[in-house]
């Protein structure tokens, strides 16, 4: 399969989700997860027309970036675990860091964005299931989270990023999905956290169904990573 037909198929199945629970299917962002995949990949999938992508290390980012300058209208989004010391090489440089997920972080990005004159889009990373093994903050310490993000001028939370629990059967995912959607309700409502990333290959149809905004999807359109 090519990476373009892949795009179809993907972009297909986010129309038909959209349709069943009555959403519009532009209000939902595909991201296609490049990690590990050559930069040339990325060109495929942006000549058929894909333009947001996700990328999880700093360093292949950065050499990615590099390598595609040409394409203008390619926006990334940073999906991987953000060490501080690595927060100015991205800033200003990506269209949405997801995985903001404790206030120290957030200070630095606050710090380097305000330093580089630009404001930076991010979504506060949770982590639905309390998995010691993931990174994300809790529901209890989001509160935290979002009042240091409204004291932090050059930084907009946009909204809320989850990686749920694996689980073979995507419909077990399904309560995690809906989790994030009520702590987001708990908190403002889409009126004050409009973005809600969740989904990936195996499970973006759920969580579409259960209102996800963007979903991030890597196997499914540039098959499987090295
Ligand atoms: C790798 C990755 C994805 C994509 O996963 P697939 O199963 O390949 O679709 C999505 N989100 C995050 C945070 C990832 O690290």
């Not at 989700?17 to 939902?28: F, G, L, M, Q």
């Not at 009520?182 to 409009?194: M, Q």
Request: proline content about 4%; hydrophobic content about 40%.
């Amino acid at each position: 399969m090519s990476i373009a037909k892949n795009l179809g198929s993907v972009r297909r199945h986010i129309e038909r989700s959209a349709e069943r629970v009555d959403r519009n299917p532009n209000d939902i962002e595909l991201v296609a997860v490049s990690k590990l995949h050559p930069p040339e990949a990325i060109r495929e999938a942006y000549e058929a027309g894909q333009r947001h992508f996700g990328e999880n290390y700093v360093q292949e980012l950065v050499a990615k970036q590099a390598a595609l300058t040409d394409l203008e209208e390619i926006r990334w989004h940073f999906i991987g675990h953000l060490q501080r010391n690595k927060v100015r090489q991205i800033v200003g440089q990506t269209a949405l860091i997801e995985t903001v997920d404790s206030v120290r972080l957030l200070a630095e990005v606050e710090k380097r964005a305000s330093a580089a004159g630009v404001t930076v889009d991010v979504l506060l990373q949770i982590n639905i299931g309390d998995e010691p093994s993931k990174s994300g903050c809790t529901g209890e310490t989001l509160a935290e989270l979002l009042e240091s993000s409204r004291q932090s001028p050059s930084v907009r939370a946009t909204g809320l990023m989850v990686i749920p629990p694996f689980e073979l059967d995507a419909d077990e995912t399904r309560p995690y999905f809906r989790a994030l959607r009520e702590l987001r309700d708990l908190h403002g409502g889409a009126l004050s956290l409009p973005e809600l990333s969740m989904g990936m290959s195996h499970d973006f149809e759920v969580a579409i169904e259960e209102g996800a905004t963007l979903v991030r999807v890597g196997t499914a359109i540039f098959g499987p990573r090295q």
